[in-house]
């Protein structure tokens, strides 16, 4: 017994079946190798003159590619008909589009994003409420990385559909700064105490001017929208900075900037409230304690 299986073990061997198994691991292996060496040299070829997205679907395209012709031709030496394979492929695609027409449409709005490019790789967009980094663009799918260092994946389909904010598109960025002054105030001098600050503020650029605008009478105070530009890293120091600078300039300079006015009244009927200041005495001061 053991001498027919030794046999047929050596029969095996020596057949060409066993060639056929060996000239298919070979060749996919070799696909594997080659696979591999293509993609890291396209990526070196091309690394300076695309940007990292298109690096990265280029690199992934072209090892999949090879990967896929190589398979072919491991499963044509071992015999398979291929024919038969890619009707069965063909039959097995179609089941799978039925049961997948929220991930083909992923996958269409993918190739919208790739071919418009809102957004690459690195970029901060903002998408409803959520606000991030990209780390990457699949097909299906973009994955942010939030300032929280939380990790976000927002299907292709709705970024198509929602109205996307790319925060880092340009190399500056203009920083609107709502301020209300008193009634009372000269608003020649507000406006000289404003520009002061801006060019006293090493971040604020020149050029861009900073802009002054007044935006009308409010119910306790005078609007005024002031608006200065930064260099696109230097956007949230600036806009910390100058806040507390402005309040500054106001206090040295006994600008007030005043508390909504609220008037009490108890109704159409009645007379409204009176009310009285008194000015603190010992006495009263002992009775409130």
Not at 49 to 59: A, G, S, T
Not at 75 to 101: H, M, N, P, R, Y
Not at 215 to 223: A, D, I, R, T, Y
């Amino acid at each position: 017994m053991m001498t027919e299986l030794w046999t047929q073990i050596a029969s095996f061997l020596t057949s060409d079946r066993l060639l056929s198994v060996i000239r298919a691991f070979m060749l996919f292996s070799l696909g594997f190798l080659i696979a591999k060496l293509v993609s890291a040299t396209v990526v070196k070829i091309v690394q300076n003159k695309v940007d990292k997205h298109r690096n990265m679907l280029l690199r992934r395209g072209t090892f999949y590619l090879i990967i896929l012709l190589f398979t072919i031709s491991a499963l044509k030496e071992l015999g398979f008909d291929l024919s038969v394979l890619l009707g069965a492929a063909g039959i097995f695609s179609v089941a799978i589009g039925f049961a997948s027409q929220t991930s083909a449409s992923n996958l269409i709005s993918g190739l919208f994003l790739v071919a418009e490019r809102p957004f690459s790789v690195g970029d901060v967009i903002r998408v409803g409420s959520t606000t991030g980094e990209v780390l990457a663009i699949d097909l299906l799918s973009v994955k942010l990385r939030t300032y929280d260092n939380l990790y976000v994946r927002l299907p292709n389909e709705s970024l198509i559909k929602s109205e996307v904010t790319t925060l880092t598109r340009f190399p500056i960025r203009r920083i609107d700064i709502q301020v209300g002054v008193a009634y009372k105030e000269d608003l020649k001098k507000v406006r000289e105490i404003l520009y002061a600050v801006a060019d006293k503020n090493p971040l604020s650029l020149e050029e861009p001017k900073p802009a002054y605008i007044f935006q009308g009478f409010g119910e306790s105070s005078l609007n005024i929208q002031f608006s200065v530009w930064a260099k696109r890293e230097n956007f949230l120091n600036l806009k910390n900075s100058i806040h507390e600078e402005i309040k500054n300039a106001f206090d040295e300079n006994g600008i007030e900037i005043p508390f909504p006015y609220r008037t009490l009244y108890s109704g159409s009927v009645t007379e409204p409230f009176p009310v009285k200041q008194v000015k603190p005495t010992p006495t009263n001061r002992n009775q409130a304690l």
